[in-house]
Each structure stands twice: as C-alpha cells, then as structure tokens.
C-alpha cells in the first residue's frame, strides 16, 4: 500500500523560501506524475504543480515563477520550493500521487493517494 | 475564483439522495475525464471517483459520477451523516498553458 510521507518548514516569514518534502513509500515511483496541492484556511484547493521520475515538470500558471519542484529518485522523494512567500501562501500543504493513462485514445487524470498534509504559516 | 464551478453548499436529509454539480468548459471538462474527492474535516482529500464514473475499490456504489458535455455531476444515494464533507471536482485543463483545475469545492450537510 502506497504512503505518502511529507514535511518541511511549518512557520516561514514574508519573502522567505517554502520547502516541502514527500517520500514515497510502498510503491512504484516511475510511471506516475508527483503533485503538490495547497488549501488555504477556510478555501479551496489549488493544484501547484507535479513531476515525473523523469524530471519533466507542469506547473500552475498563477504561480510557475516562484515554484520549482524536483525529484530525487534514489529515494523515492520529491520537493517543492516556493520562493518569496507571503501571507495569501499561507495553507496546508499536500502532496499526492497523480495517475495517468490513456482511455480511448484519451489522457485519463486523477489523484489516487495523498499526504496527510502539511501546515504553512507565512508571518512576520 | 475556480475555473470549475461548483455550488458552494448542498444539504438533504439522512437516506436521501444529493447531486453535486460541477462546470466547466471545453478546454477542461468538455475534452477531459472527471474525477471527485471527498474531504472530511480535518483531513486530506480522499479519491472518490476517477474516469468521469469509475469507483477505487472501498468507495461504495452509494456514490456515482457522470458527465455531460463541459458538466459533471457526483450523486451521493442513501445519505449518511458520515458522508458530510466537502467534495471537489477536478481534472486537467488543455489550454495553452496546461494545468490541472479544481472546482472551489461544496459542503454537504446532511440534516
């Protein structure tokens, strides 16, 4: 059974660098898409970004020039870095396996296993 | 402001059925597969339907999803308290500058 184990920075203050890891444990790494998810207090989610084993990255258009996710694939991790935080990136923090396939001659998307999530606070 | 449209709230009675809508439009919904995730409060988002219809194993058949054109609804039968949540639609958006969307997510209170 898949795990999703992540952590990182839980208080930061403006302008500094969000840092978040996620191991993954019990599975495959290759052959899936890795994404990082946020929800900030009382709101939605927000999708931030996702990478392959392969290094190859997509990121959200609202936020590509702050991020930066990578792969390390000799320990089944992946990060995300956010750089130059303020107070609107405060939000808990998700990572998540992403699956893609293809159905009649369709790419199929969804997110099958998650962290249990990590709490940001931006403040000064 | 979600580029999928949700309603923010839905309530029914304990046994009864609810529908949960979610719009979009052709770059997303209209030439993409759906999926549905059910969050309990305080938890991480859990994967309740994928493939616009299809179920993961333990997610029970009271739970249904279908789409139409650039729409696609989650159908909750036979209403638990346990079911109360909110629940989010999602999938991948093929415009210009591909991402994945989620819709701003509904709260359902069961009575």
């Known amino acids: 059974q898949v795990q999703l184990q992540q952590w990182g920075a839980g208080l930061l203050k403006p302008s500094e660098t969000l840092s978040l890891t996620c191991a993954v444990y019990?599975?495959?790494?290759?052959?899936?898409?890795w994404s990082w998810i946020r929800q900030p207090p009382g709101k939605g989610l927000e999708w931030i970004g996702e990478i392959n084993h392969s290094g190859s990255t997509n990121y959200n258009p609202s936020l590509k020039s702050r991020v930066t996710i990578s792969v390390d694939t000799s320990k089944n991790q992946f990060s995300l870095k956010l750089s130059s935080v303020t107070a609107a990136d405060t939000a808990v923090y998700y990572c998540?396996?992403?699956?893609?396939?293809?159905?009649?001659?369709?790419?199929?998307?969804?997110?099958?296993?998650w962290g249990k999530g990590t709490t940001v606070t931006v403040s000064s | 402001q979600s580029v999928l449209t949700q309603p923010p709230s839905v309530s029914a009675a304990p046994g009864q059925k609810v529908t949960i809508s979610c719009s979009g439009s052709s770059s997303n919904i209209g030439n993409n597969y759906v999926s549905w995730y059910q969050q309990l409060p305080g938890t991480a988002p859990k994967l309740l339907i994928y493939?616009?219809?299809k179920r993961p194993s333990g997610i029970p058949d009271r739970f249904s999803g279908s789409k139409s054109g650039t729409s696609a609804t989650l159908g909750i039968t036979g209403l638990q308290t346990g079911d109360e949540a909110d629940y989010y639609c999602?999938?991948?958006?093929?415009?210009?500058?591909?991402?994945?969307?989620f819709g701003g997510g509904t709260k359902l209170t069961v009575l």
């Open positions: 998540a396996r992403e699956v893609i396939t293809m159905v009649r001659g369709r790419r199929v998307y969804y997110m099958d296993v």
């Open positions: 999602g999938t991948w958006d093929s415009s210009l500058s591909a991402y994945w969307v």
């Open positions: 493939e616009n219809n």
């Open positions: 019990g599975g495959s790494f290759s052959g899936y898409y």
